[in-house]
């Protein structure tokens, strides 16, 4: 069975809870990991670019994201 027809096979959360395990297997080794170029466009942008937006808790601002791409599909 291929990865993509195991992954067809789960309900979402068990493919969030599959994608926390692959981002902690990937955030664990960050030296064989190597961002695209575009990454250090994005993050020199911000730096000299602040947003005047007040900051929020990371707990808050996961919530706030998962609100915006439930709302995403609950449109289309």
């Known amino acids: 069975m291929s990865l993509e027809s195991m992954l067809s ?30 990454h250090g466009d994005v993050l020199a942008e911000r730096i000299a670019n602040p947003s005047d937006k007040p900051r929020l808790p990371i707990d808050a601002a996961f919530e706030e994201i998962k609100e915006r791409l439930n709302a995403r599909r609950t449109q289309g």
């Open 9 to 38: 096979t789960l309900s979402p959360s068990e493919k969030l809870a599959a994608m926390n395990i692959l981002w902690k297997d990937l955030s664990s080794n960050p030296a064989g990991f190597i961002s695209p170029d575009w």
